[in-house]
């Protein structure tokens, strides 16, 4: 908080939060980071979907840790949030759109949150897709998507990381004056780490027109960027060196 909202009173008090998963999370995990850190014990509530029960999985390929990111992040920047609402649906079967679905039902939350690419899925669903991210705006409800982690995109992009009805989030790596300090410099986050490549992904898109507000920005060739298709991401903020507790402690 000290470097993205210095002197900034507002800790998301009486808001509620949803979050859209395709794994389930340890409990103890949540109470520990909380613990931890000193944070308050924010309430969670879990939405099953598609028969999914909501144990997590385990094994390498475990989806439980992107979970209990998205969780404790939330919290860290949020911590008077009244819940944490997580939609979850089965980590194999799993459909965006019944989560989407899910979510435009609950019009008392007004922020929702995605760290998920959503794989390959048809025009159809893409457009069933769009519709709800639509649908949220209607309802004054915001949704932010984390861009990925695999770097650059140079033809089309998983969705939804070029939709251009939602915020689409880059990550970077944050420099701060001191321990809990304020902003000192932040650059793209782009690592090389083992056999691939992680960093922030981001691009122009194949598909959608660029939207109004980024029509007219200066330099946008001298920025790579894109005058006539949709450049993202939107924002950015920090996702490398991040701690969190997960994997059952």
Request: with cysteine.
């Amino acid at each position: 908080r000290a470097p993205y909202a210095p002197g900034v009173a507002l800790t998301g008090a009486g808001q509620r939060l949803g979050l859209l998963e395709f794994d389930g999370y340890y409990a103890g995990d949540i109470a520990a980071y909380e613990s931890q850190t000193g944070l308050p014990n924010v309430p969670l509530q879990i939405v099953l979907l598609d028969g999914f029960n909501g144990v997590p999985t385990t094994g390498p390929n475990s989806g439980n840790s992107e979970v209990a990111l998205d969780i404790e992040m939330a919290i860290s920047m949020a911590p008077g949030l009244s819940s944490v609402v997580v939609f979850e649906d089965d980590p194999v079967y799993g459909m965006p759109n019944d989560i989407l679905q899910a979510m435009s039902t609950n019009t008392l939350i007004k922020q929702f949150s995605c760290s998920w690419g959503f794989g390959t899925i048809t025009s159809a669903q893409r457009t069933a897709v769009d519709n709800y991210f639509l649908k949220f705006a209607t309802q004054g409800q915001s949704f932010f998507n984390a861009e990925g982690d695999s770097g650059a995109f140079t033809g089309a992009a998983e969705a939804p990381d070029d939709d251009p009805y939602i915020t689409q989030v880059g990550g970077t790596t944050l420099a701060t004056a001191g321990p809990g300090g304020p902003w000192l410099w932040e650059t793209v986050w782009n690592a090389q780490e083992g056999p691939g490549v992680a960093g922030s992904s981001g691009g122009v898109s194949p598909t959608y027109s660029i939207p109004s507000w980024q029509q007219g920005v200066n330099n946008m060739l001298a920025n790579l960027g894109s005058t006539t298709h949709r450049n993202s991401p939107d924002v950015a903020m920090v996702a490398d060196n991040i701690f969190i507790v997960a994997d059952n402690g």
